[in-house]
Structure formats: C-alpha cells, structure tokens
T-cell receptor, first 113, second 110 residues
Framework: AAGVIQSPRHLIKEKRETATLKCYPI?????VYWYQQGPGQDPQFLIS???????DKGSIPDRFSAQQFSDYHSELNMSSLELGDSALYFC????????????FGQGTRLTVV | GQSLEQPSEVTAVEGAIVQINCTYQ??????LSWYQQHDGGAPTFLSY????GLEETGRFSSFLSRSDSYGYLLLQELQMKDSASYFC???????????FGQGTTLQVKP
C-alpha cells in the first residue's frame, strides 16, 4: 500500500541557507500535517492543510512557510537556516480532516552546520 | 490551548503488562490517539478513541474517559520489540491541530 513519502530523507545545509522539504501524502488523503522533532523531544506541530487550505499554524517561525499544491503534495520552505533548525521533520496525512488516524512519512533529517 | 501529560519513562519485563497514562487539556477535543515511535523512526498509529471506553487491538488496548480528560494505553504480553517511545495525541476540532504529548519511553527488560 502507498505510504506518505518525504524527500529528501537527509539534508545538510549551512547556516543562512534555504531548504525545501517535500511531502507526498497517501492518495485521497485530504489533510497534511508538518511536525518538527528534536532529539528526545515530542513532535511539535508546525502547520496543517485541509483540502489545500491552511487550517492552522503552530509555533512555526516566520522564516518557515508551507503550501499544499493542487496534487495535494506539500512543501515546507525554510529560509535563513539556524543551527537550532536541525531536527527530524515529519509529514503526516489523514483522510477525514480530524486526524483520527494519521500516517507519518519516514521524515527528513535536516542538519544545519 | 492544548496540552497532554504522560509519564516520561516506564520500565517493565518481558511478558508483563504495562499501562501508560495520559491526561489532556484540549479545547474542542475530538479524540485521543496513541502512536509508537522507535529511535530514528516515524511515529506509527496504534489506536484511537473518540468515545469513552476500551478499544482493543491485539496486545494493545486504549481507554478513554472524556469526563476525566484521561486515557491510557495498555500493552500486554510485552516483547522486547515493544521498547520504544509512546505518544498520546489529541485532536482539536476547534484548531485542526493534532498535538502530541511529550512521550513515554518504555524499556522492556528480559
């Protein structure tokens, strides 16, 4: 069965550079969530989209932006990267807009050096 | 706002039963989910409760009491592979957010 696909799996960037993370949800899933997870931390909600419209934002820096495209894939854009942005970034998708069961991708490990 | 509280660590032996509790404060609470995450891996869905009561899925069961804003995950016949972090997560229909607790690290010993 198709799962949530994230790319790239690993990304190394220098401070002040820009990164773009991509997420391809499970087909026919209408909701996408982005999370940031630091070492030993719980996943922190960044932003979500329902039917290509942004539904809510968490503690997402102004340097970050995201969008969901007509084919439902989503991209998280991160500019002026800081060392503290180094983390695992997960994308998850669900079918009913209510996250009764969210399916997570394998994550993108971003390292800022 | 939304917040979830769960113990940070639990240790148990193989074959035992362990219960991981979760209390939540969520406006527009819709349901409580449980996820398992192994080191370096993605969270994987275990169970979901929208209504009060017990949901059983194999060795795992989850319970919810909406009046007490409380739920738990019960793991039976523990196996070494169950060593992982377990997160409760609450969805708010007011905000559209799925918020995770800080996770409980379960260590299963022989």
């Amino acid at each position: 069965a198709a799962g949530v696909i994230q790319s790239p799996r690993h990304l190394i960037k220098e401070k002040r550079e820009t990164a773009t993370l991509k997420c391809y949800p499970i087909p026919r899933h209408d909701t996408v969530y982005w999370y940031q997870q630091g070492p030993g931390q719980d996943p922190q909600f960044l932003i979500s989209f329902y039917e290509k419209m942004q539904s809510d934002k968490g503690s997402i820096p102004d340097r970050f932006s995201a969008q969901q495209f007509s084919d439902y894939h989503s991209e998280l854009n991160m500019s002026s990267l800081e060392l503290g942005d180094s983390a695992l970034y997960f994308c998850a998708s669900s079918t009913d807009g209510k996250a009764t069961e969210a399916f997570f991708g394998q994550g993108t490990r971003l390292t800022v050096v | 706002g939304q917040s979830l509280e769960q113990p940070s660590e639990v240790t148990a032996v193989e074959g035992a039963i362990v219960q991981i509790n979760c209390t939540y404060q969520t406006s527009g609470f819709y349901g409580l989910s449980w996820y398992q995450q192994h080191d370096g891996g993605a969270p994987t869905f275990l169970s979901y409760n929208a209504l009060d009561g017990l949901e059983e899925t194999g060795r795992f069961s989850s319970f919810l009491s909406r009046s007490d804003s409380y739920g738990y995950l019960l793991l039976q016949e523990l196996q070494m592979k169950d060593s992982a972090s377990y997160f409760c997560a609450a969805f708010s229909s007011n905000t559209g957010k799925l918020i995770f607790g800080q996770g409980t690290t379960l260590q299963v010993k022989p």
